[in-house]
């Protein structure tokens, strides 16, 4: 198990809504900046969106309007609210920090599926 462990994927439908949630196995989530990627079978690895540790938010044009990335700190997670899900969301979601990356972790598996 890597340092950082992704959570709380799963199927579901187009339109569907899915939370992720991004924690550090160590207890302690402290960080510069996070980044939620996605890797669609085939494809590379991308980062889908980012926030910092005052909070500012960044999106791909891809999930712009329809993720939230937000830091919950009375759980030390980083958490990707995902609504309004599309098939070409599927692919395995990761979290990693974004200016120091570290070992990717196993991910998380999202399928929307029609």
């Known amino acids: 198990q890597g340092q950082l462990v992704e959570s709380g994927g799963g199927l579901v439908q187009p339109g569907g809504s899915l939370n992720l949630s991004c924690s550090d196995s160590?207890?302690?989530?402290?960080?510069?900046?996070m980044g939620w990627y996605r890797q669609a079978p085939g494809e590379q690895r991308e980062l889908v969106a980012s926030?910092?540790?005052?909070?500012?938010?960044r999106y791909s044009d891809s999930v712009k309007g329809r993720f939230t990335i937000s830091e919950d700190k009375a759980k030390n997670t980083v958490i990707l609210q995902m609504n309004s899900l599309k098939p070409e969301d599927t692919g395995v979601y990761y979290c990693?920090?974004?200016?120091?990356?570290?070992?990717w972790g196993q991910g998380t598996q999202v399928t929307v599926f029609s």
């Open positions: 990693n920090f974004l200016y120091s990356p570290v070992q």
């Open positions: 160590r207890g302690i989530f402290s960080f510069n900046a």
């Open positions: 926030i910092t540790r005052y909070g500012g938010t």
